[in-house]
């Protein structure tokens, strides 16, 4: 059976901007989830320790401190939440970005491309992926 | 035999004493004459030729017997090292190079006395401290196979070690420039293109509420607005300041320091719960004064900027060291951790976010370009009173010569 426990996000961003349309691409979609906000790598990584399972967490890349990819493998190299599922989205079109990102096992690397609606496909995305897919751990 | 031959130096005389024996030998196995004279002269022709070839080659060439004297040397070594041949003959090869390269090039003699052929680079040989040499030693071997002695090689690769260098210079600079290009290409696909998607939302946002959807906001986001487009402009700014860091540099001339660090506090014009101070008397020299002032102001400024309050200190002092000045700017703020050494000098890299501290990250990259071109180096430090950081930076006394070359390369590489 599947979880009943509605998943957490994570949201990692440094730019209000993007979170503040981020949040509106939830309300939107009527996307109910517990939302938290880091605001960079160094912060997310704080944070972890405390979030309820399951979570999910959403990741831009470039970020003072810490980027996206540096919190990434500090994940994966981590005990106890190698096994988070992680999305990037990010402006970052760079090949070197994507490579790094999906080596590190990556969910999705979301690009955020045109304004309102990549942000609004990606909480789409996100939305019925925590809704069909398994989380790992227990409930 | 050695002692013989250091006597009797003539190669000839070795040469034809060796036919002797050869001589002996044979006519004990055939029991006749074998055409001495004829060998003789086949002997004498082939001595001919070495001599033409040692004398016609443009190398150092020596030969040394088993303890290291000479035996045998050529006119161009004979002429860099100013000796007459009989000068030359007998003198131990630690005469020649000094006793202090002796014992540094020691362990290739021993190992051609062992046999083995060696070779290296090295700088100085006979009559040439400075220049840059290859050497090659060769062991020569008597009939039972012994190390006799060992056949010295030097070859003067100043010229092509110059172009080398040169060359190094060059694509370490071309590789540089190339990094930056990467580096830009990367920073304008992500930290220019921010802030202008941020405007593109924010314009979208401001247009819904114009329609009667969320009018509330319309103002705000119209601040956030002018915001983002001043940080554009800033990066942007910042970014052609990077680009042209150490380049346009001005005329050269005398420049007092000290003046220079008080009218820059003036111009920052620091909140009066900050004071900007200077540690005794900054030096006054012939410089560049418009990058070093671009240095100074960019340090000083992070140092009042990143404060965190309620009341702070930043004192710039200088201290001599050789060819160099090494500035100090140092502050009792929030410091940095070490971990972040190298990023904080990388473009558009912020501690903080933009939205916290506005920023575009580019100062200390300018200072560490600019610092760079002037063939310095720049680090930050804990400061010593335990809170805040110290930056340091040297600065040549003398403008450097090679700015021009660089310059040069930087053009070629355009």
């Known amino acids: 059976m599947r979880s009943s426990k509605v998943v957490t996000i994570l949201l990692v961003e440094d730019d209000e901007i993007d979170v503040k349309a981020l949040r509106w691409a939830f309300e939107k979609l009527k996307v109910a989830n517990p939302l938290v906000v880091a605001r960079d790598g160094v912060e997310a990584w704080e944070m972890l320790r405390d979030l309820p399972r399951p979570y999910l967490i959403i990741t831009d890349i470039n970020m003072p401190r810490m980027n996206g990819i540096e919190l990434l493998r500090k994940i994966r190299e981590s005990e106890e939440y190698r096994d988070s599922i992680v999305f990037a989205l990010t402006t970052s079109n760079d090949e070197e970005d994507k490579i790094a990102a999906y080596n590190l096992n990556v969910a999705g690397y979301m690009l955020k491309t045109d304004m309102g609606t990549s942000f609004q496909r990606a909480i789409a995305l996100i939305d019925n992926y925590w809704k069909v897919v398994e989380f790992p751990g227990p409930d | ?414």
Not at chain 2, 83 to 88: H, L, M, T
Not at chain 2, 119 to 129: F, L
Not at chain 2, 221 to 239: A, E, S, V, W
Not at chain 2, 363 to 374: F, H, M, P, S, Y
């Open chain 2, 1 to 414: 035999m050695t002692d013989t031959n250091r006597a009797r130096p003539e190669t000839l005389e070795t040469a034809l004493r060796a036919l002797e024996e050869a001589e002996a030998k044979l006519r004990a196995r055939d029991g006749g004459d074998t055409g001495i004279t004829r060998l003789a002269e086949s002997v004498k022709r082939s001595e001919e030729r070495f001599r033409m070839l040692a004398e016609g080659v443009p190398n150092h060439l020596l030969f040394l017997d088993r303890e290291l004297r000479i035996e045998f040397a050529n006119d161009v070594f004979l002429q860099a090292a100013g000796w007459s041949a009989d000068k030359a003959i007998g003198v131990h090869i630690s005469e020649v190079v000094g006793v202090e390269r002796f014992m540094e090039r020691q362990q290739y003699y021993q190992r051609a006395l062992k046999g083995e052929t060696v070779a290296y680079d090295s700088t100085g040989a006979a009559g040439s401290e400075h220049g840059y040499f290859h050497f090659s030693y060769r062991p020569s071997f008597d009939e039972s196979g012994k190390v006799r002695g060992i056949f010295s090689m030097a070859t003067d690769i100043s010229e092509r070690r110059k172009i080398q260098l040169e060359l190094e210079a060059k694509q370490a600079e071309l590789l540089r420039s190339n990094k930056d290009l990467e580096q830009f290409a990367y920073v304008a696909s992500h930290d220019l293109k921010a802030p202008l998607r941020a405007i593109e939302l924010l314009v979208q946002w401001i247009t819904e509420g114009l329609n009667g959807y969320d009018t509330n906001n319309v103002q705000e986001n119209l601040g956030l607005l002018t915001k983002r487009t001043q940080r554009l402009n800033r990066l942007l700014d910042d970014l052609l300041a990077y680009s042209r860091a150490g380049r346009k540099v001005g005329a050269h001339r005398m420049t007092d320091t000290h003046a220079l660090v008080l009218d820059v506090a003036q111009m920052l014009n620091p909140p009066p719960s900050i004071t900007i101070s200077i540690q005794g008397q900054l030096p006054k020299f012939a410089t560049h004064p418009a990058p070093l002032e671009q240095v100074l102001r960019n340090l000083i400024g992070n140092a009042v900027k990143h404060h965190p309050g309620p009341e702070g200190c930043v004192v710039v002092s200088c201290e001599e060291q050789g060819d160099h000045y090494v500035f100090a700017v140092e502050d009792d703020g929030e410091g940095i951790p070490p971990q972040y050494a190298e990023r904080v000098f990388e473009m558009f890299q912020t501690l903080k976010s933009r939205d916290q501290v506005e920023g575009s990250g580019m100062g200390l990259a300018i200072v560490n370009r600019t610092v760079q071109w002037q063939r310095g180096r720049v680090w930050f430090e804990p400061a010593p009173g335990g809170r805040g950081t110290v930056f340091k930076f040297q600065w040549k006394k003398h403008q450097p010569q090679a700015a021009s070359v660089e310059t040069k390369a930087c053009e070629a590489a355009k």
